[in-house]
């Protein structure tokens, strides 16, 4: 009963953020449309992706408190239903203002989703030895939902236009907000939790009738010093601040990329729209696989350890962001379509797993306080994938020829 609780909790939560990401990657296509179809300046349309990034930011940093005292559950549907509304009226009145506060209160109720969830599942997976693996496998639903919308998209628009873009992840969010409601559980039932805390503790505990109390260790404890105490907090935030920091550079790379690439192959290697998304899918399949390799080498081999897994792969992304940009002559023997399917494949690979581990890493650091760690290095992440909305446009407009290449630069 335990296990299929956890797996109907795992299954609903995974779903949600499927939907959740639907719900922001359209972005990619209908921004590609202001573009050719509605005559947007692209410092316009860039725009929408740094209001966005800035306030689904901003929500992360000030909803973990928030999320922390409320039903996580209720915080979940909830958001997701305020952001199929958004999605639905967008472009309903051609008012910037009123369109880009629109995509904005979508990343307001964005930033909620993954400390919502998060709560969800440490509650439903508290032992942390398999932890990282579980929540590896969480975080493909981000690649899941990434993927759905490259491949699906095209076709949906080709039948109801470019708006369809936004009409879809509208009915896709609504419908879900209401199986969530209807099903899912913050935590598990008492019995079911005390059993899953046995489990994770090696069946120790009060099992067979030891009633007695270390009283040795409990005073211990209790005489840790306040400047101890002090100390540990100030490490604490030490670290989330270089995570943070980690974040926010990782995700200029998976914005930008993310959110770009129908615009940046098109002008740089004149890829069709079916390319390009063959190549976002590719992106996808890559962050897939990694993330989950990430987990699963963060367990297996460094025992619960997420540094230099993030270290390693974030390092792994320099060359290969330098051949799918910057020197695309030295594969040009090659199809172009192929060697850029497979760079973005292993770009996606590098750069997903650091993109997990952090959030893990930063909840595991103040698990009294996960939602708040956890949106702290997430808003500092959020900061960075602002600068690939309008200020990345910026940088491409203000050179005409090789404009791509320095943004890759940048990444």
Request: hydrophobic share 45%; charged share 15%; aromatic share 12%.
């Amino acid at each position: 009963m335990r296990v299929k609780g956890q797996m109907i909790a795992f299954g609903l939560i995974y779903t949600a953020y499927v939907a959740y990401y639907i719900a922001q990657k359209n972005y990619a296509f209908w921004l590609q449309a202001l573009i050719d179809k509605e005559d947007w300046k692209a410092e316009d349309v860039g725009a929408f992706g740094s209001a966005f990034q800035i306030s689904s930011g901003a929500s992360k940093l000030l909803n973990g408190p928030f999320v922390d005292s409320m039903s996580p559950t209720v915080a979940l549907a909830g958001s997701l239903a305020v952001i199929g509304v958004c999605n639905g009226l967008m472009f309903r009145i051609p008012a910037f203002s009123i369109n880009i506060s629109l995509w904005a209160i979508n990343g307001v109720f964005q930033g909620v989703g993954w400390p919502a969830l998060a709560r969800i599942f440490i509650a439903w997976f508290p032992d942390k030895t398999t932890r990282g693996t579980w929540y590896s496998l969480l975080s493909t639903n981000q690649n899941v939902g990434s993927t759905l919308v490259p491949l699906l998209m095209p076709t949906l628009m080709s039948f109801g236009g470019w708006k369809a873009a936004l009409w879809i992840p509208c009915g896709v969010s609504l419908a879900m907000s209401l199986v969530l409601f209807a099903l899912l559980k913050d935590q598990p039932e008492a019995n079911d939790d005390s059993e899953m805390k046995s489990k994770s503790s090696g069946g120790q505990g009060d099992a067979g009738g030891s009633q007695v109390k270390d009283t040795t260790k409990g005073k211990e404890s209790e005489d840790i010093s306040a400047e101890d105490e002090k100390m540990d907090f100030y490490m604490t935030c030490f670290r989330l601040t270089l995570l943070g920091a980690a974040y926010f550079f990782i995700s200029i790379i998976r914005q930008g990329i993310g959110d770009w690439s129908t615009v940046a192959l098109k002008e740089e290697k004149g890829f069709t729209t079916s390319q390009t998304s063959s190549c976002l899918v590719m992106l996808e399949v890559g962050a897939f696989i990694g993330g989950l390799a990430g987990g699963v080498a963060s367990d297996r081999f460094f025992k619960g350890r997420r540094g230099p897994v993030m270290c390693v792969f974030s390092f792994l992304c320099i060359p290969l962001i330098y051949l799918a940009f910057i020197e695309v002559n030295i594969l040009s023997t090659l199809d172009p379509t192929m060697v850029t399917s497979g760079l973005y494949a292993l770009i996606g690979f590098c750069s997903f797993a650091p993109h997990v581990l952090i959030g893990l890493f930063a909840r595991e650091l103040a698990p009294k306080y996960a939602s708040t760690a956890g949106g702290f290095v997430k808003a500092l992440g959020q900061l960075g994938g602002s600068f690939a909305g309008a200020p990345l446009s910026k940088v491409v407009s203000s050179y005409p020829e090789g404009g791509w290449k320095v943004a890759a630069t940048i990444w």
